[in-house]
Protein backbone atom coordinates (compact mmCIF):
# COMPACT_ATOMS: atom_id res chain seq x y z
CA UNK A 1 0.00 0.00 0.00
CA UNK A 2 1.42 3.57 -1.02
CA UNK A 3 0.80 7.11 -0.87
CA UNK A 4 -0.96 6.59 -4.40
CA UNK A 5 -3.69 4.72 -3.14
CA UNK A 6 -6.95 6.41 -3.47
CA UNK A 7 -10.35 6.36 -0.82
CA UNK A 8 -13.78 8.08 -1.28
CA UNK A 9 -14.97 10.04 1.49
CA UNK A 10 -17.44 7.57 2.37
CA UNK A 11 -14.62 4.66 2.73
CA UNK A 12 -12.29 7.46 4.52
CA UNK A 13 -15.27 8.09 6.88
CA UNK A 14 -15.43 4.15 7.21
CA UNK A 15 -12.07 3.44 7.97
CA UNK A 16 -11.32 6.47 10.94
CA UNK A 17 -14.84 6.67 12.41
CA UNK A 18 -15.12 9.55 11.80
CA UNK A 19 -18.80 11.80 10.67
CA UNK A 20 -19.52 14.05 7.91
CA UNK A 21 -19.76 16.60 10.09
CA UNK A 22 -16.75 16.31 11.74
CA UNK A 23 -14.80 15.95 8.50
CA UNK A 24 -16.61 18.51 6.76
CA UNK A 25 -15.29 21.03 10.35
CA UNK A 26 -11.82 19.84 9.74
CA UNK A 27 -11.94 20.60 5.75
CA UNK A 28 -12.83 23.85 6.69
CA UNK A 29 -9.91 24.64 9.13
CA UNK A 30 -7.75 22.93 6.52
CA UNK A 31 -6.74 20.34 9.01
CA UNK A 32 -6.80 17.67 6.04
CA UNK A 33 -7.75 18.29 2.13
CA UNK A 34 -8.88 15.32 -0.34
CA UNK A 35 -6.55 14.84 -3.12
CA UNK A 36 -9.47 16.05 -6.04
CA UNK A 37 -12.09 18.51 -4.71
CA UNK A 38 -15.71 19.16 -5.57
CA UNK A 39 -18.22 15.91 -5.87
CA UNK A 40 -15.29 13.29 -6.26
CA UNK A 41 -13.50 13.63 -3.64
CA UNK A 42 -10.77 11.50 -3.34
CA UNK A 43 -8.08 10.88 -0.19
CA UNK A 44 -4.93 8.57 0.12
CA UNK A 45 -2.69 7.31 3.23
CA UNK A 46 -0.59 10.33 3.71
CA UNK A 47 -4.70 11.64 4.43
CA UNK A 48 -5.48 8.42 6.43
CA UNK A 49 -2.35 9.62 9.00
CA UNK A 50 -2.39 12.78 9.05
CA UNK A 51 -6.00 12.74 10.32
CA UNK A 52 -6.00 9.59 12.54
CA UNK A 53 -3.40 12.40 14.75
CA UNK A 54 -5.84 15.22 14.61
CA UNK A 55 -8.25 13.14 15.51
CA UNK A 56 -6.25 11.76 18.79
CA UNK A 57 -4.70 15.38 19.14
CA UNK A 58 -8.80 16.79 18.92
CA UNK A 59 -9.45 14.41 21.84
CA UNK A 60 -7.19 15.45 24.24
CA UNK A 61 -8.01 19.31 23.73
CA UNK A 62 -5.38 20.43 21.38
CA UNK A 63 -6.13 24.06 20.51
CA UNK A 64 -6.99 24.21 16.42
CA UNK A 65 -4.37 26.40 15.61
CA UNK A 66 -1.49 24.33 17.15
CA UNK A 67 -3.06 20.98 15.72
CA UNK A 68 -2.77 22.65 12.31
CA UNK A 69 0.94 23.87 12.66
CA UNK A 70 1.15 20.26 13.83
CA UNK A 71 -0.19 19.00 10.93
CA UNK A 72 1.52 20.87 8.14
CA UNK A 73 5.07 19.96 9.41
CA UNK A 74 3.55 16.38 9.66
CA UNK A 75 2.35 16.48 5.89
CA UNK A 76 5.90 18.02 4.99
CA UNK A 77 7.69 15.18 6.78
CA UNK A 78 5.14 12.12 4.84
CA UNK A 79 5.77 13.90 1.49
CA UNK A 80 8.91 12.27 1.49
CA UNK A 81 8.13 9.11 2.16
CA UNK A 82 6.63 6.50 -0.22
CA UNK A 83 4.33 3.80 2.09
CA UNK A 84 3.78 6.03 5.05
CA UNK A 85 1.31 3.48 6.29
CA UNK A 86 4.25 0.44 6.36
CA UNK A 87 6.93 3.11 7.10
CA UNK A 88 6.37 5.58 9.57
CA UNK A 89 5.47 5.21 13.44
CA UNK A 90 3.77 8.26 15.11
CA UNK A 91 4.23 8.56 18.32
CA UNK A 92 4.73 11.08 21.57
CA UNK A 93 7.87 11.46 24.47
CA UNK A 94 5.12 13.35 26.43
CA UNK A 95 5.07 16.73 24.74
CA UNK A 96 6.29 16.70 21.20
CA UNK A 97 4.83 14.19 18.81
CA UNK A 98 7.16 12.46 16.93
CA UNK A 99 7.92 10.75 13.27
CA UNK A 100 10.31 8.06 12.85
CA UNK A 101 10.96 5.93 10.21
CA UNK A 102 13.19 2.59 10.67
CA UNK A 103 14.14 3.77 13.91
CA UNK A 104 14.95 7.02 12.92
CA UNK A 105 13.46 10.43 13.89
CA UNK A 106 12.42 12.56 11.17
CA UNK A 107 11.19 15.50 12.80
CA UNK A 108 9.61 16.68 16.14
CA UNK A 109 6.11 17.72 15.74
CA UNK A 110 4.21 20.52 18.65
CA UNK A 111 2.02 18.38 20.71
CA UNK A 112 1.66 18.75 24.39
CA UNK A 113 -0.32 15.16 24.96
CA UNK A 114 0.81 11.65 24.79
CA UNK A 115 -0.09 9.71 21.77
CA UNK A 116 0.65 6.76 21.54
CA UNK A 117 -0.09 4.56 17.73
CA UNK A 118 1.15 2.54 15.48
CA UNK A 119 0.50 3.59 11.87
CA UNK A 120 0.74 -0.05 11.02
CA UNK A 121 -2.82 -0.93 12.24
CA UNK A 122 -4.67 1.35 9.90
CA UNK A 123 -3.18 -0.75 7.57
CA UNK A 124 -4.93 -3.95 9.27
CA UNK A 125 -8.23 -1.91 8.99
CA UNK A 126 -7.82 -1.25 4.94
CA UNK A 127 -7.64 -4.97 4.93
CA UNK A 128 -10.54 -5.75 6.56
CA UNK A 129 -12.89 -3.64 4.56
CA UNK A 130 -15.43 -4.88 2.73
CA UNK A 131 -14.34 -5.28 -1.30
CA UNK A 132 -16.70 -2.61 -3.63
CA UNK A 133 -19.58 -4.00 -4.97
CA UNK A 134 -20.70 -3.47 -8.17
CA UNK A 135 -22.67 -0.40 -6.86
CA UNK A 136 -19.76 0.40 -5.37
CA UNK A 137 -17.83 1.30 -8.72
CA UNK A 138 -21.16 2.95 -10.44
CA UNK A 139 -21.15 5.67 -8.02
CA UNK A 140 -17.62 6.10 -7.93
CA UNK A 141 -17.89 6.48 -11.65
CA UNK A 142 -20.67 8.70 -11.68
CA UNK A 143 -18.45 10.84 -8.93
CA UNK A 144 -15.37 10.89 -11.48
CA UNK A 145 -18.19 11.67 -14.65
CA UNK A 146 -18.76 14.85 -12.95
CA UNK A 147 -15.40 16.07 -13.90
CA UNK A 148 -14.03 16.29 -17.23
CA UNK A 149 -10.69 15.89 -15.57
CA UNK A 150 -11.35 12.23 -14.61
CA UNK A 151 -13.45 10.55 -17.49
CA UNK A 152 -10.62 8.20 -17.59
CA UNK A 153 -11.00 7.23 -14.01
CA UNK A 154 -14.47 7.31 -14.69
CA UNK A 155 -14.12 4.82 -17.87
CA UNK A 156 -12.00 2.15 -15.65
CA UNK A 157 -14.80 2.44 -12.71
CA UNK A 158 -17.58 1.56 -15.32
CA UNK A 159 -15.39 -0.92 -16.74
CA UNK A 160 -15.05 -2.90 -13.38
CA UNK A 161 -18.71 -2.63 -12.27
CA UNK A 162 -19.52 -3.93 -16.07
CA UNK A 163 -16.62 -6.84 -15.10
CA UNK A 164 -18.54 -7.97 -12.23
CA UNK A 165 -22.23 -7.93 -13.60
CA UNK A 166 -21.91 -7.58 -17.19
CA UNK A 167 -25.52 -6.85 -16.81
CA UNK A 168 -25.79 -3.57 -14.95
CA UNK A 169 -28.20 -1.27 -17.56
CA UNK A 170 -26.72 1.77 -16.14
CA UNK A 171 -22.99 1.33 -16.08
CA UNK A 172 -23.44 0.15 -19.70
CA UNK A 173 -24.87 3.47 -21.05
CA UNK A 174 -23.10 5.65 -19.35
CA UNK A 175 -19.90 3.73 -20.29
CA UNK A 176 -21.26 4.33 -23.66
CA UNK A 177 -21.98 7.73 -23.25
CA UNK A 178 -18.18 8.42 -22.64
CA UNK A 179 -17.20 6.20 -25.19
CA UNK A 180 -19.23 8.45 -27.70
CA UNK A 181 -18.16 11.63 -26.57
CA UNK A 182 -14.52 10.40 -27.31
CA UNK A 183 -15.81 9.80 -30.59
CA UNK A 184 -15.56 6.22 -30.36
CA UNK A 185 -18.80 5.18 -31.67
CA UNK A 186 -18.25 1.17 -32.21
CA UNK A 187 -17.82 1.01 -28.62
CA UNK A 188 -20.82 3.09 -27.80
CA UNK A 189 -23.08 1.31 -30.07
CA UNK A 190 -21.33 -2.31 -28.87
CA UNK A 191 -22.64 -0.74 -25.30
CA UNK A 192 -25.86 0.67 -26.28
CA UNK A 193 -27.21 -2.29 -28.24
CA UNK A 194 -26.61 -4.76 -24.78
CA UNK A 195 -28.23 -1.99 -22.85
CA UNK A 196 -31.11 -2.55 -25.27
CA UNK A 197 -31.24 -5.97 -24.84
CA UNK A 198 -31.06 -6.44 -21.68
CA UNK A 199 -33.69 -3.66 -21.32
CA UNK A 200 -35.85 -3.40 -24.15
CA UNK A 201 -37.98 -0.75 -22.47
CA UNK A 202 -35.38 1.86 -21.34
CA UNK A 203 -36.04 4.64 -23.67
CA UNK A 204 -32.46 6.37 -22.39
CA UNK A 205 -30.97 2.79 -24.23
CA UNK A 206 -33.34 3.61 -27.41
CA UNK A 207 -32.57 6.65 -27.76
CA UNK A 208 -28.83 6.32 -27.05
CA UNK A 209 -28.47 3.52 -29.32
CA UNK A 210 -30.29 5.29 -32.72
CA UNK A 211 -28.71 8.68 -31.75
CA UNK A 212 -25.44 6.59 -32.34
CA UNK A 213 -26.75 4.74 -35.47
CA UNK A 214 -27.79 7.53 -36.88
CA UNK A 215 -24.09 9.30 -36.99
CA UNK A 216 -22.97 6.06 -38.39
CA UNK A 217 -25.64 6.26 -41.53
CA UNK A 218 -27.57 3.51 -40.32
CA UNK A 219 -30.86 5.32 -40.29
CA UNK A 220 -33.08 3.09 -40.84
CA UNK A 221 -32.12 1.40 -37.51
CA UNK A 222 -31.51 4.30 -36.30
CA UNK A 223 -35.54 5.63 -36.69
CA UNK A 224 -36.49 2.12 -35.56
CA UNK A 225 -34.98 3.00 -31.90
CA UNK A 226 -35.86 6.56 -31.76
CA UNK A 227 -39.46 5.63 -32.16
CA UNK A 228 -39.17 3.22 -29.42
CA UNK A 229 -37.91 6.17 -27.17
CA UNK A 230 -41.34 8.41 -27.75
CA UNK A 231 -43.55 5.36 -27.73
CA UNK A 232 -41.60 4.79 -24.43
CA UNK A 233 -41.57 8.20 -22.96
CA UNK A 234 -43.64 10.61 -24.74
CA UNK A 235 -42.26 13.25 -23.31
CA UNK A 236 -38.62 12.92 -24.40
CA UNK A 237 -38.04 15.78 -25.83
CA UNK A 238 -34.87 15.28 -27.27
CA UNK A 239 -35.72 11.56 -28.80
CA UNK A 240 -38.42 13.94 -31.01
CA UNK A 241 -35.62 15.95 -32.02
CA UNK A 242 -33.35 13.27 -33.35
CA UNK A 243 -36.26 11.57 -34.93
CA UNK A 244 -37.37 14.41 -36.49
CA UNK A 245 -33.94 14.87 -37.97
CA UNK A 246 -33.73 10.76 -38.70
CA UNK A 247 -37.20 11.03 -40.73
CA UNK A 248 -36.21 14.33 -42.48
CA UNK A 249 -33.22 12.45 -44.10
CA UNK A 250 -35.26 9.78 -45.06
CA UNK A 251 -37.81 11.74 -46.79
CA UNK A 252 -40.37 10.80 -44.07
CA UNK A 253 -41.45 14.84 -43.89
CA UNK A 254 -45.14 14.21 -42.48
CA UNK A 255 -43.64 12.02 -39.29
CA UNK A 256 -40.71 14.57 -39.23
CA UNK A 257 -43.07 17.94 -39.16
CA UNK A 258 -44.67 15.89 -35.72
CA UNK A 259 -41.63 14.98 -33.97
CA UNK A 260 -40.46 18.77 -34.65
CA UNK A 261 -43.91 20.06 -33.45
CA UNK A 262 -43.69 18.14 -30.16
CA UNK A 263 -39.86 18.69 -29.72
CA UNK A 264 -40.84 22.06 -29.78
CA UNK A 265 -43.98 22.13 -27.48
CA UNK A 266 -42.15 20.14 -24.90
CA UNK A 267 -38.58 21.96 -24.69
CA UNK A 268 -39.43 25.47 -26.21
CA UNK A 269 -36.98 27.72 -24.49
CA UNK A 270 -34.21 25.33 -25.64
CA UNK A 271 -31.14 26.46 -27.88
CA UNK A 272 -31.94 23.68 -30.50
CA UNK A 273 -35.67 25.21 -30.35
CA UNK A 274 -35.14 27.67 -33.04
CA UNK A 275 -33.86 25.41 -35.37
CA UNK A 276 -36.36 23.30 -35.15
CA UNK A 277 -38.88 25.45 -36.00
CA UNK A 278 -36.57 26.67 -38.69
CA UNK A 279 -37.10 23.14 -40.27
CA UNK A 280 -40.71 22.97 -39.43
CA UNK A 281 -41.68 26.47 -41.13
CA UNK A 282 -39.58 24.77 -43.90
CA UNK A 283 -41.14 21.40 -44.58
CA UNK A 284 -44.71 22.62 -43.74
Request: glycine share 4%; hydrophobic share 40%; aromatic share 8%.
Amino acid sequence: MGTSDQFTRQEFQRILDVSEKQLNYWEKLRLISPRKPGAGKVYDFRDLISLRTAKQLIETGVPANRLRRSLLALNEKLSEVQSPLTELRIRSNGKDVIVERAGAQLEPISGQFVLNFDTRELVDKVRVMPERTVEDWFALGLEYEADRATRAEAIAAYDRALAMNPKHVDALINRGMLSYDQAELEQATDCFQRAVALAPDNPVARFNLGSVLEELGQLQEARQHLRMAVRLNARYADAHYNLAFVCEKLGGFTEAREHWAKYIELDPTSTWCDYARRRLSTIS
